[in-house]
């Protein structure tokens, strides 16, 4: 069995076609965030559009070096294209880095469970995002954004341990003027330029306007040390803990509920995950320990 | 209720006949001083029904590596000026794997849902479709300290092409000569049905009122010899794991394991694997391959920024035991554990998991 990649379109699990197998896409659009992270813009070869929910991931291959997840951090809104954001931590990561516009990688996905926007739409909603945790968050702050009349009120808290960590500034700048959502930002570690608030995110919630216990989703997406004290705030507020969304870290192998590496108790984040309702979650002992 | 009867001598035939078109795949006698008796149990590839003992006691290792290897190409690559093809490995030669005891079949079973759901894994199945499977049933336990019955495991009455049912291994073993040993036959499949009353010559016969008998009697015995070791029914390990989750056991047991992951290497449904990558020289070459993992091995559940997140023994004991008692049958539907007590054999430290769930047990 022969198959140019080029010519094949990625149907996992489809009779006779192998899983495993990368779909080549090409890199568009490479920019610099951090001295760490670089913001990868992609399209499939063969066109298609990734038609991915917002927290869903892509197992991103060099052939040759490997294959590691990597969370979607733009909207399906957005067209064909799509955006990863890398951060510069192992073998394969380094690689994605020295790509340079027109190379090729492999891409294996969408994978796995995000946040279903249907869930969402005509509900208030609170995205609390902490570290590289923006990356997942940016796919979904985008699609309220595009699909704004679809949901009610908007808040979006950020926190970052340094100023130099913060991610994606140029969207930063345009969240903070627009009327489209209430955008609170904070890092742990100010310098001496910094103008903004400072302290965990936790500190943001003091900011917020009174929260409607009904109409509000939550999404948490970052550590997971700090979903903890996120849920506690969210709670405080009187929003019921099945309105809480928290997306979890784990490093998939296969990314089709087969390798191991990514199960929490009984749970594959591959597959239920990455996305989970917090009362999922709090059964999961592993998840947040 | 018995489809056929077979001799040894009539099987021994169309094993060979097999071996013309298929690749046989039986246990395979190994001296091993140290046994008592002094043999064990390997399955091998062989060339002649003559070379597999159909009686045999246990497998060291269960068939599991035929279904899949320890190591396996997913695709080639070959890398181009700026990209790369790939090209997906599924060859699959025919196989026929003689000689598979209903543990190994339930086995067998669970790793069929695994790669099965979700997302269908077409390299298992390359394998798993091209196999042809003649289970021996077992009369008495294989060997000491397994738990199959307890289990459910040690009778199959499905997941084979053909099952044999050795009739007179109870009360003629040792003492007639094995080409009159009499098998009950039962077909799992068209290609078992055809492989023994097919084209030719049929070489078995209907069983008569004696063979229906004697098939009585041997169920009959086969009841009174499998003893239980579990104090726990089997529909109950789910409570039994869950209200123990944090007993100190895990901790007292683990103090002496030394995440070898011999019990993953052994266990006929341990799945879990690795991905690499394997690199020609020149570079511009390569092969995506899959070996297998063990969750017993300390950076098996490893995350970005090293934290791990079953860094000592005891959880990763607790979630072997966890995934074999409850969670592997809660997601496939199928077994975790066939109780064949491979994994109890493997440990160097002797962690022995029927002594683990009778301990939980006592703690109530």
Known sequence: MSTMLTSEPVTFGSPGR???????????????????????????????????QPGQFVQVSIPGVGECPISLCSS???????????????????????LRPGDVCGIRGPLGHGFDPQEFIGRDVLIVAGGLGMAPARSLVQYILDERTRFGRFHLLYGARAPTELLFRDDLVRWNESPDVNFLLTVDRPDPQWRGKSGVVTTLFRHLPKLDPERTLVAVIGPPVMFKFVVIEVLARGIPQKSVFCSLERRMKCGIGKCGHCQAN?????????VFRYGEL???REALE | MLDRIATHADLVAAINELAAQWRLIGPVARPEPRCQPPVRYFYEPVERAEQIDLS????????????????????????????FTAEPQMEASPTALIGVHPCDIHAIQTLDGVFARDFRDEHYFARRERMFIVAVDCPQPCTEGVFCRDMESNDAASGFDVMLYPLDRHSARGTSPADHDRYGVVFGSDAGRAWLMGDGLPRTRAPGALDARDFETYQRRKQAAFPRALSTPLDELPALLTRSYDSLLWQATAQRCYSCGSCNLVCPTCYCFDINEENDLPLSTGARVRTWDGCQLREFAVVAGDHNFRARPQERLRHRIFR??????????????????????ACTAHINSVEIYNQLAEEG
């Not at chain 1, 899983?19 to 063969?46: C, G, H, N, S, W």
């Not at chain 2, 269960?62 to 396996?72: A, N, Q």
């Open chain 2, 324 to 345: 074999k008692g409850m969670w592997i049958q809660r997601r496939t539907g199928h077994k975790g554990c066939v109780g064949c007590a491979r994994c109890d054999r």
């Open chain 1, 76 to 98: 399906p809104t957005r067209g064909p294209d799509f955006e990863l954001c890398v951060r510069r931590v192992g073998e394969v990561t380094t690689h994605i880095h020295e």
């Open chain 1, 282 to 284: 709090k059964a999961l």
């Open chain 2, 56 to 83: 045999f006691s246990y497998g060291v290792y269960s068939p599991k590596r035929f279904l899949m290897p320890p190591g396996e190409t997913l695709f080639t690559f070959r890398k181009t000026e700026r990209g």
């Open chain 1, 18 to 52: 192998s899983a495993y197998i990368p779909a080549p896409a090409r890199l568009i659009d490479v920019r610099d965030l951090t001295a760490q992270e670089k913001l990868f813009r992609l399209r499939l070869d063969d066109g298609r559009a990734l038609d991915h």
């Open chain 1, 266 to 274: 009984h749970v594959y984040a591959c597959l239920e995950g990455p």
